[in-house]
């Protein structure tokens, strides 16, 4: 009985510690930022090592953006553009493979406002072309938030039905297997 109780308590962890993949812990640029200066150069950090076929994706109005390069270190991914990135509105698209295995994904939104030359001239009509512009890329990036946090818990929520029902089955496993040996004695 007692090594029956030992394999049924190790069988029951064996779930939790290979379900503890990595988490996302830094980018640059971050969700929501709105980028004033040059960049050409985004990062992606994680809580624990990640394995080489990790990958970014840059879109920009539903069009991709190649890197010139990608860097997978022990814990980042770095993509290098040969070029800075214009005003826009931009989604890096991450997607790592953890080192217990887990493939994990997601986005982070950002938009890209450089200063304009001090030489033009801002009429009041485009003045307030741009604070329109301007809420349009706040509300935007508002909604991105909501639908990535939505996403993740629909993740996390099917993460742990998928554990609960191993064990529920091991656990019923393990009762069938007790009660066949009781009956044999």
């Known amino acids: 009985m ?25 980018s640059t640029p971050s969700e929501g930022d709105t980028i004033t200066e040059e960049l050409s150069e985004l990062k992606v950090e994680f809580a624990g090592e990640i394995e080489n ?22 814990k980042q991914v770095v993509g290098t553009l040969a070029k800075p990135l214009e005003d826009g509105n931009y989604t890096l698209t991450w997607k790592i493979a953890s080192t217990d295995g887990h493939v994990l994904s997601g986005d982070i939104s950002f938009s890209v406002d450089l200063p304009e030359e001090e030489n033009q001239e801002i009429t009041p009509e485009e003045s307030d ?10 509300e935007l990036a508002y909604e ?24 529920v089955l091991v656990i019923l496993l393990l009762v069938g297997v007790w009660i066949l040996l009781r009956k044999k004695r």
């Not at 049924?8 to 812990?25: E, F």
């Open 53 to 74: 076929q990790s990958t970014l994706t840059l879109m920009k109005d539903q069009q991709n953006i190649q890197f010139d390069s990608i860097t997978v270190g022990d």
């Open 2 to 26: 007692k090594k029956i109780i030992f394999i049924l308590g190790l069988i029951l962890t064996m779930p939790i510690i290979a379900s503890a993949h990595t988490t996302l812990t830094s």
């Open 144 to 167: 991105n938030t909501k639908v990535d946090t939505a996403t993740e818990e629909v993740t996390d929520n099917s993460s742990i039905i998928s554990t609960i029902s191993i064990i």
């Open 129 to 138: 072309q741009t604070s329109d512009s301007q809420e349009n890329k706040a």
